[in-house]
């Protein structure tokens, strides 16, 4: 079984420039998550999606940060601009929706953004 | 709100065992996770504990005493490849748009010694 995939792995951008997330899920997961973890800390909550719906995106910044989640798989995040504060790794996560699922998630690999 | 304590750092040497704490505040509970993650890896998921005691996973245990808001994880017979930060986490089970949030704490860096 495929686990999630994350893309790019890696991003070096200046300040003030856009950038893009993709993610993909595991096939049969209907919940997908967004986080973002600074050095030396867990991973925060950026939003969550039951399916296409944004179920919870209150940790999400909205004037620059954007997400959507098109027919319940694929996922993009994007910055515009991005701040040298984003300089994070920003991780996507799926799981079931149903039992124990937000406690049991599959991470991808993540990506490496920095702001120069 | 939700709140974690683990310690930051912990070492051991191969063959030991090692206890990673994890205290938690939350303004509900339903269980509590561990997840590891290896230096530039993602979070892997390692157990669940909804109810008080021990669950064995092979050389991972992890035990929940919801009374004490305490749990903790142990590893037993340690190899290098455990080093590695170990994360707790909680899920939100208020009411609104933050149920089911997962609350992670902010990991400790275990490091084996040969």
């Known amino acids: 079984e495929a686990g999630v995939v994350q893309s790019p792995r890696y991003k070096i951008i200046e300040k003030k420039q856009p950038v893009a997330f993709w993610c993909n899920p595991i096939?049969?997961?209907?919940?997908l998550y967004w986080y973002r973890q600074n050095l030396g800390q867990g991973p925060e909550l950026l939003i969550r999606?039951?399916?296409?719906?944004?179920?919870?995106d209150s940790q999400l910044p909205k004037d620059r940060f954007s997400a959507e989640r098109l027919k319940g798989v694929d996922s993009t995040l994007k910055i515009q601009p991005a701040e040298l504060g984003d300089s994070a790794v920003y991780l996507c996560?799926?799981?079931?929706?149903?039992?124990?699922?937000?406690?049991?998630?599959?991470f991808g690999p993540g990506t490496r953004l920095t702001v120069t | 709100g939700q709140s974690l304590e683990q310690p930051s750092e912990v070492t051991a040497v191969e063959g030991a065992i090692v206890q990673i704490n994890c205290t938690y505040q939350?303004?509900?509970?339903?269980?509590l996770s561990w997840y590891q993650q290896h230096d530039g890896g993602a979070p892997t998921f390692l157990s669940y504990?909804?109810?008080?005691g021990l669950e064995e996973t092979g050389r991972f245990s992890s035990f929940l005493s919801r009374s004490d808001s305490y749990g903790y994880l142990l590893l037993q017979e340690l190899q290098m490849k455990d080093s590695a930060s170990y994360f707790c986490?909680?899920?939100?089970?208020?009411?609104?748009?933050?149920?089911?949030?997962?609350?992670f704490g902010r990991g400790t860096q275990l490091t084996v010694w040969p």
């Open positions: 096939s049969g997961h209907n919940t």
């Open positions: 999606y039951e399916n296409e719906e944004a179920v919870d």
């Open positions: 996560a799926s799981s079931l929706t149903s039992g124990r699922g937000n406690y049991e998630q599959y």
């Open positions: 504990n909804a109810l008080d």
């Open positions: 939350t303004s509900g509970f339903y269980g």
């Open positions: 986490a909680v899920r939100d089970e208020g009411r609104g748009s933050t149920l089911g949030r997962l609350y």
